[in-house]
T-cell receptor, first 113, second 111 residues
Framework: GQNIDQPTEMTATEGAIVQINCTYQTSGFNGLFWYQQHAGEAPTFLSYNVLDGLEEKGRFSSFLSRSKGYSYLLLKELQMKDSASYLCADPGDGSSNTGKLIFGQGTTLQVKP | DAGVTQSPTHLIKTRGQQVTLRCSPISGHKSVSWYQQVLGQGPQFIFQYYEKEERGRGNFPDRFSARQFPNYSSELNVNALLLGDSALYLC??????????FGSGTRLTVV
């Protein structure tokens, strides 16, 4: 089955670096998604990792270790607008394209001045 | 290009009533999924439709139903509303491959 765990809340300072961890247990792993969700808004796509290693996209990077069932989202040069919920999600039915995402509870990140 | 559009944006219903939520996917996207997001939690999968056929169903009671139309838009119906159905209902669309784009959701409040 699928079980995704991530910390509930994190706090960091503007300009700093923060790492949000996600662990998962899945029998048919097919990649891992990260989404950002501001309060009251739709989740927006950040990254999709299917291979081990680090993928960098500007200030945001995502890392995956399939053998350890572990991923993290790294946010650099934090800005106040980065205050949001960060959701880790597994396409739980064995495919990346059939619409069934299994989400973690989300990590609420608060960026302070 | 328009993104995923959902209507209405907000809705207040009384316990026992029925509600219909609507979703229009991105043009060209044939897959539509529905999620329920309770405050403080991640979205929970309800249904997925692809080419007008149900491809997946989450752990929700039979009070929840959905359908997809020939133009790939979709409706989510919830009967006999309970207070616990109060949530943000999200629709996501995708191509046959690739990531999912979410709509802004419908905020349902059951009183």
């Amino acid at each position: 089955g699928q079980n995704i765990d991530q910390p509930t809340e994190m706090t960091a300072t503007e300009g700093a670096i923060v790492q949000i961890n996600c662990t998962y247990q899945t029998s048919g792993f097919n990649g891992l998604f990260w989404y950002q969700q501001h309060a009251g808004e739709a989740p927006t796509f950040l990254s999709y990792n299917v291979l081990d290693g680090l993928e960098e996209k500007g200030r945001f990077s995502s890392f995956l270790s399939r053998s350890k069932g572990y991923s993290y989202l790294l946010l650099k040069e934090l800005q106040m607008k980065d205050s949001a919920s960060y959701l880790c999600a597994d396409p739980g039915d064995g495919s990346s394209n059939t619409g069934k995402l299994i989400f973690g509870q989300g990590t609420t990140l608060q960026v302070k001045p | 290009d328009a993104g995923v559009t959902q209507s209405p944006t907000h809705l207040i219903k009384t316990r026992g009533q029925q509600v219909t939520l609507r979703c229009s996917p991105i043009s060209g996207h044939k897959s539509v999924s529905w999620y329920q997001q309770v405050l403080g939690q991640g979205p929970q999968f309800i249904f997925q439709y692809y080419e007008k056929e149900e491809r997946g169903r989450g752990n929700f009671p039979d009070r929840f139903s959905a359908r997809q139309f020939p133009n790939y838009s979709s409706e989510l119906n919830v009967n006999a509303l309970l207070l616990g159905d109060s949530a943000l209902y999200l629709c996501a669309s995708s191509l046959s491959t690739g990531g999912y784009t979410f709509g802004s959701g419908t905020r349902l409040t059951v009183v």
